[in-house]
């Protein structure tokens, strides 16, 4: 994999209440970006991400694993989170490495407790956010109640970008509000343009195509000056206005896109990734990240090195795998770094780009990214930095336990 600008790389954690597709989505995602050449299943033990033996066994996430693909020019790194609050840790350590939450709602079931968990930790770590509605093909799956439902839980930052076209209880197409064209898939996921819907697109009649359209271009006006006054002088914006406003929304805190996909019929999946690709923010756009003192840090490829350590595994192969976010500089393998919070040398050796067990060596890692590197002694939590510009990141705060157990031996000799 070749070395990437900070303006080419999208940092994004999966996050949601468990059973929502986090996992399903990211394989989806892989297998239409050419990174992967099967569609897994978790049901069958065979996504990338949940490859540990447990995972495979109990069929859910357990820890949050890293992969990374290309996609038009770009280097997106996943971080694909547990939903189940036996693991809560590893979702706060997923965000902090991302620049842009995006949190899986399931179409049948609707907004739980662990799609508002991931919000409110989002907002807590200051990342922009995007909702996906998954499992949209489900017999039982209604879209617009979960929209209305993720207004009135999230409030008015909640903006539709993409929209199923429902008639007769099936999904007849999908909208794509900003490019305002309107798409069938084949069986293949493949999507072909097809007529726009002209008036209700529900089969309640609560949403109508124009109602949505107004909805984005209001979001969109709320962002600039220049924007709001060419709304109210009634005038349309372009496809550019739409993306920039959004774009701009998304890191500000004031718009939360929210598409619709299904990973196992392959809607709407081309669809994300052109989101992603023109909406979410790149790492030296998203919000900076802060010192033990408060101080701003921006992600700066020319700034001497900074980076932090945001999670730590223990590989039955390789050993001690340490996953680390570069905030600014570059991380090379084969080099000697500061590690600020304990104030000792650090031996860098090899450096890996990992697509959930895959490792994939790299020499260097440039500010925003995200790598592995193997043996290290520092720990999670740890900054590393050069050592003629000490920093020192402030510390993730993990979840309180709320229960304790001791284990007493019944004799001494046990």
């Known amino acids: 994999m070749k070395d990437y600008d ?19 989505l990211a394989e989806a995602l892989l297998f239409k970006a050419g990174a992967s050449d099967r569609l897994g299943k978790t049901a069958d033990g065979t996504t990338v991400c949940d490859y540990d033996p447990e995972e495979i066994k109990r069929k859910i996430s357990i820890s949050t694993s890293l992969a990374a693909f290309e996609y038009n020019d770009l280097k997106i790194n996943i971080l694909d989170t547990p939903g189940l609050f036996d693991f809560a840790a590893e979702m706060t350590e997923g965000i902090r490495a991302a620049d ?21 930790e989002a907002l807590k770590q200051n990342k922009s956010k995007m909702f996906v509605v998954t499992k949209i093909d489900d017999k039982d799956a209604n879209f617009f109640n979960v929209l209305t439902e993720l207004k009135t839980v999230f409030g008015p930052t909640v903006c539709p970008v993409v929209v199923p076209v429902i008639s007769g209880g099936k999904i007849v197409s999908y909208v794509n509000l900003i490019e305002m064209k309107a798409y069938k898939y084949d069986n293949k996921g493949n999507a072909v343009e097809t007529d726009m819907p002209t008036a209700e697109i529900s089969e309640k009649f609560e949403y109508r195509i124009d109602g949505l359209i107004a909805a984005i271009s209001e979001a969109v006006a709320e962002t600039s000056d220049e924007l709001m006054e060419k709304f109210f002088e009634g005038e349309e914006f372009t496809q550019k206005e739409l993306i920039d406003g959004i774009h701009d929304g998304m890191n500000r805190g004031i718009i ?11 809607t709407g999946i081309d669809m994300l990734l052109k989101e992603i690709e023109l909406l979410l923010p790149s790492p030296e756009e998203a919000n900076t990240a802060k010192t033990k003192e408060g101080k701003d840090v921006e992600c700066d490829a020319s700034a001497p090195l900074s980076a932090y350590i945001f999670k730590t595994v223990a590989d039955p192969f390789v050993g001690k795998m340490s996953f680390i976010r570069v905030r600014s500089g570059k991380l090379s393998s084969n080099s000697e770094v500061l590690n600020a919070s304990t104030g000792t040398s650090e031996k860098i050796g090899k450096l890996y780009t990992l697509c959930g067990k895959k490792q994939t060596e790299v020499s260097t890692a440039f500010a925003g990214d995200i790598v592995v590197a193997a043996k290290i002694t520092a720990n999670t939590g ?25 284990v007493k031996a019944k004799a001494q000799g046990d």
């Open 6 to 24: 900070v303006k080419k790389i999208r940092n994004i954690a999966f996050a949601g209440h468990n059973g929502s597709g986090k996992t399903s």
């Open 100 to 120: 842009t939450v995006m949190i899986t709602v399931s179409a049948k079931s609707g907004v739980k407790v662990g799609a508002r968990k991931a919000y409110d």
């Open 256 to 266: 939360t896109p929210v598409v619709c996909t299904s990973a196992t019929e392959l």
């Open 382 to 406: 740890n900054t590393l930095c050069d050592s003629s510009k000490p920093i020192e990141f402030e510390a993730m705060e993990f979840p309180r336990p709320c229960y304790s157990m001791a």
